[in-house]
């Protein structure tokens, strides 16, 4: 599938977000209530309120994740590298169980004040950063790239481990609070607070768009790398930064999301036959944004005014992709005995 065949499925999803959810809407009033013709508050608020920032959420979340998985399966040369392993959604997770368990579990009336979501967020936030800072600190000692991964699973499995720790002495409202976060969700962010995501989301995608030059010479080795004058240690360090900040914003948000940044690289290798970072950046970032859409939609499909959590469709996406990656390939020609 082309650039522009991506582009054309992006919009159709994206309307289709807009249209169709947990909740029937004739198409006529969905429109008097996205250009503004006034008609029922109710679906106003549905159209406006909830649909589209949830779209826009997903496309920004599901881009800034897949784009990042695919730098990081570059620099760690490791197909099952993603967000996540490198231990910054277990920071912001920490972050966000010090809040609901600790403090109480008051993550229903969090969300329904501004002040209380920000709380939320700026623990998944400062949790996140704080693995970041411990990555660079480690990155100035550990010259290996295989060993700087290792480093972020050590680092996640300490934050599990503290994690459940505090689960075993919280109340009962805190463990499900932090259980009904932790399953994902694109639907926490509204037009209030979408500015700050936004921003901050795209700040990071252009500074991944910027990496392209590195990441294309990265594929012909260090030696090759720094005879274009690209600064290995530097170019590492800077990936660190971009990709902790995309889990750190997208987790502190919207909660862990998983498979996006795995699944994704993937399968746009796979349409695009490419191995250049100038055709398969754009290209995952297109392919993330209409997963994300996909995951938001199928999430509504119930119908009944109740949607499915993220982190219960994304498996569907992601497993096939790491059995491909992990089962053996015969050759062309080849026979099965």
Same mark, same amino acid.
């Given at each position: *599938?082309?650039?522009?065949?991506? @582009?054309l499925l992006l919009?159709?999803?994206f $309307?289709?977000?807009?249209?169709? %959810?947990? +909740? #029937?809407?004739?198409? %006529?009033?969905?429109?008097?209530?996205?250009?503004?013709?006034?008609?029922?508050?109710?679906?106003?608020?549905?159209?406006?309120?909830?649909?589209? /920032?949830?779209?826009?959420?997903a496309?920004?979340c599901?881009?800034?994740?897949?784009?990042?998985g695919?730098?990081?399966?570059?620099?760690? #040369?490791?197909?099952?590298?993603?967000?996540?392993?490198?231990?910054?959604?277990?920071g912001?997770?920490?972050?966000?169980? !010090?809040?609901?368990?600790?403090?109480?579990?008051?993550? @229903?009336? @969090?969300?329904?004040?501004?002040?209380?979501?920000?709380?939320? $967020?700026?623990?998944?936030?400062?949790?996140?950063?704080?693995?970041?800072?411990?990555?660079?600190?480690?990155?100035?000692?550990?010259?290996?790239?295989?060993?700087?991964?290792?480093? %972020?699973?050590?680092?996640?499995?300490?934050?599990?481990?503290?994690?459940?720790?505090l689960?075993?002495?919280a109340?009962?409202q805190?463990? #499900?609070?932090? +259980?009904?976060?932790?399953?994902?969700?694109?639907?926490? =962010?509204?037009?209030?607070? *979408?500015?700050?995501?936004a921003?901050? *989301?795209?700040?990071? =995608?252009?500074?991944? +768009?910027?990496?392209?030059? /590195?990441?294309?010479?990265?594929?012909?080795g260090?030696?090759?790398?720094?005879?274009?004058?690209?600064?290995? &240690?530097?170019?590492?360090?800077?990936?660190?930064?971009?990709t902790?900040?995309?889990?750190?914003?997208?987790?502190? !948000?919207c909660?862990p999301?998983?498979?996006?940044?795995?699944?994704?690289? #993937?399968?746009?290798?796979?349409?695009?036959?490419?191995?250049n970072?100038?055709?398969?950046?754009?290209?995952?970032?297109?392919?993330?944004a209409?997963?994300?859409?996909?995951?938001?939609? *199928?999430?509504?499909?119930?119908?009944?005014?109740?949607?499915?959590?993220?982190?219960?469709?994304?498996?569907?996406?992601?497993?096939?992709?790491?059995?491909?990656?992990?089962?053996?390939?015969?050759?062309?020609?080849? &026979?099965? =005995?």
């Open positions: *599938m082309s650039f522009f065949g991506l @582009a919009l159709l999803l $309307v289709v977000n807009i249209f169709f %959810g947990s +909740i #029937h809407l004739p198409a %006529g009033q969905v429109l008097d209530a996205l250009v503004g013709n006034g008609g029922d508050s109710v679906t106003s608020f549905v159209v406006v309120q909830s649909r589209l /920032p949830q779209a826009i959420t496309v920004l599901g881009a800034g994740l897949a784009v990042s695919l730098m990081l399966q570059t620099v760690f #040369h490791n197909p099952l590298a993603d967000p996540s392993i490198l231990g910054v959604n277990s912001a997770s920490l972050g966000v169980a !010090f809040v609901m368990l600790v403090l109480g579990g008051t993550f @229903a009336t @969090a969300n329904a004040t501004l002040g209380g979501f920000f709380l939320i $967020v700026a623990a998944a936030f400062g949790g996140a950063i704080l693995i970041i800072l411990l990555l660079l600190v480690f990155a100035n000692y550990v010259k290996g790239n295989v060993s700087l991964l290792i480093v %972020g699973i050590m680092i996640s499995y300490l934050t599990s481990s503290v994690i459940s720790l689960n075993y002495s109340t009962e805190g463990v #499900h609070s932090y +259980i009904i976060w932790g399953l994902g969700n694109f639907g926490g =962010i509204s037009l209030k607070t *979408m500015p700050l995501f921003t901050a *989301m795209l700040v990071c =995608i252009a500074l991944s +768009i910027a990496l392209i030059k /590195p990441l294309n010479a990265w594929l012909l260090s030696a090759y790398a720094r005879n274009l004058g690209i600064s290995i &240690r530097g170019t590492r360090v800077m990936l660190l930064i971009v902790g900040l995309i889990a750190a914003i997208s987790t502190a !948000f909660g999301i998983s498979f996006i940044g795995l699944a994704v690289p #993937h399968i746009v290798k796979l349409i695009s036959n490419s191995a970072h100038r055709v398969l950046v754009p290209m995952t970032l297109l392919a993330g209409i997963l994300g859409l996909l995951c938001n939609w *199928m999430c509504s499909l119930p119908s009944d005014g109740t949607t499915i959590p993220i982190n219960v469709v994304t498996p569907f996406f992601g497993v096939p992709v790491i059995l491909y990656i992990l089962l053996p390939k015969r050759k062309a020609g080849e &026979r099965k =005995i």
